[in-house]
């Protein structure tokens, strides 16, 4: 079974700041990898989608990358801004199921 | 920690049938439950938001007709494809919170319409 974790669970930084979020998985035998945000009381967002055969995608001020042998993907954001505070989520696409990430709550601090 | 139960995670019906997907909150009360459907290659979109004992909101281009959502209880969010089409044929998963912060998702429905 497909697990999904997520580094930190929290993080609050000052506006600004560079900064880069982190999901692991346990089974590299994905179709993709998806990183979503989610505003309080909101549904998700997708930011970025990252098929099994792709490394990296690039959308603004976000980039995703994906090393699927090692189970990792990253999402960094740059130049954060308090508009980014939200929660981010990390879900990975097997053959039936999606299996989410507990979500990384990002505070930007003005 | 919280576990949502959605079933079943794959079905295939015939064009023209009704089709009931479950998503029951096992451990956690559910204020607000939110549908999904992502086709492939495609990313995730959002349906309807439920909030229990009211009608389902729905975004923009969804027919409330064609899919029914249905949160009579605090633990338990239904969608009904109904006359469903292979244009329908989806992933569809659900997500539940209780406070607005923490969300817990399903694991999602593969539906195949032939």
């Known amino acids: 079974k497909q697990e999904v974790t997520q580094i930190p669970a929290a993080l609050s930084v000052p506006e600004g700041e560079n900064l880069v979020l982190n999901c692991s998985f346990t089974d590299s035998a994905i179709y993709n990898l998806q990183w979503f945000r989610q505003d309080p009381g909101k549904g998700l967002t997708s930011l970025l989608l990252?098929?099994?055969?792709?490394r990296e995608q690039t959308s603004g001020r976000l980039n995703a990358s994906l090393d699927k042998s090692s189970g990792r993907s990253t999402l960094y954001i740059a130049a954060s801004q308090p508009g980014d505070s939200a929660t981010y989520l990390c879900a990975v696409q097997g053959n039936n199921d999606m299996r989410f990430g507990a979500g990384t709550r990002l505070t930007v601090k003005p | 920690g919280a576990v949502v139960s959605q079933h079943p995670s794959w079905v295939i019906c015939k064009s023209g049938t009704s089709v009931k997907i479950e998503c029951r909150s096992l451990?956690?009360?559910?204020?607000?439950m939110f549908w999904y459907r992502q086709f492939p290659k495609q990313s995730l979109m959002l349906m309807a938001t439920s909030n229990e004992g009211s009608k389902a909101t729905y975004e923009q281009g969804v027919e409330k007709d064609k899919f029914l959502i249905n949160h009579a209880s605090l633990t338990l969010s239904t969608l009904t494809v109904t006359s469903a089409h292979p244009e329908d044929s989806s992933f569809y998963i659900c997500s539940a919170t209780t406070d607005g912060y923490g969300y817990t998702f399903g694991s999602g429905t593969r539906l195949t319409v032939v």
């Open positions: 990252i098929q099994s055969s792709q």
């Open positions: 451990d956690f009360q559910a204020t607000t």
